[in-house]
């Protein structure tokens, strides 16, 4: 059984960088034509498409968040990683990581606070 | 980037009743590829269809999705206590992805 989880810092400071790890078990990473997504909710709000990332290494990002965001893969590990930079309070939200659509992880509450 | 809008923003209704939700795309969207996930409080979001009208695995048969091009219909036949939720759409081909800003179906 497939399951991802997403792990990193509940806090981050204004300014500073949120990094967030997505680690997959029970399959390998690299292994179909997945593509492994970031995405995320503020408190009472719709969803917000972050970015992909493709088992090939191509990505694609949110226009809106494209110049703050890196997702990475590593497949020694089965995980793939989101960092967004320069956060602000705006950042404040649920993360989710997700494969395709069709599997989830729980999510990480994130929030930007000094 | 492909805008999609969600009606009705609250659609209350009762369990038995028929729910239809719509989802409109501000362009033609490409093969059909928009879904629709289901989405509890304090849960992730939950595939229901995708390619506009395949249900996903273990989707209940009272849930189906329907139109292409600009306009979308996700329909819950009959609806069970468990379906009241926020339904969301997604368009999933070109980049950037996006969501509608779903439709809260309560009681």
């Known amino acids: 059984q497939v399951q991802l989880q997403e792990s990193g810092p509940g806090l981050v400071k204004p300014s500073q960088t949120l990094s967030l790890t997505c680690t997959v078990s029970g399959a390998s990473i690299s292994s179909g034509s997945y593509h492994w997504h970031w995405i995320r909710q503020p408190a009472g709000k719709g969803l917000e498409w972050i970015g992909r990332?493709?088992?090939?290494?191509?990505?694609n990002y949110n226009p809106s968040l494209e110049s703050r965001v890196t997702i990475s893969l590593d497949t020694s590990k089965n995980q793939f990683s989101l960092k967004l930079n320069s956060v602000t309070a705006a950042d404040t939200a649920m993360y989710y990581c997700?494969?395709?659509?069709?599997?989830w992880g729980r999510g990480i509450l994130v929030t930007v606070s000094s | 980037e492909i805008v999609l809008t969600q009606s009705p923003g609250t659609l209350s209704l009762s369990p038995g009743e028929r729910a239809t939700l719509s989802c409109r795309a501000s362009q033609s969207v490409s093969s059909s590829q928009l879904a629709w996930y289901q989405q509890k409080p304090g849960q992730a979001p939950r595939l229901l269809i995708y390619g506009a009208s395949t249900r996903d695995t273990g989707i209940p048969d009272r849930f189906s999705g329907s139109g292409s091009g600009t306009d979308f219909t996700l329909t819950i036949s009959r609806l069970e206590p468990e379906d009241f939720a926020v339904y969301y759409c997604?368009?999933?081909?070109?980049?950037?992805?996006?969501f509608g800003g779903g439709t809260k179906v309560e009681i």
């Open positions: 997700a494969r395709r659509g069709d599997l």
């Open positions: 990332m493709y088992s090939s290494g191509s990505t």
């Open positions: 997604q368009h999933y081909g070109s980049s950037p992805l996006t």
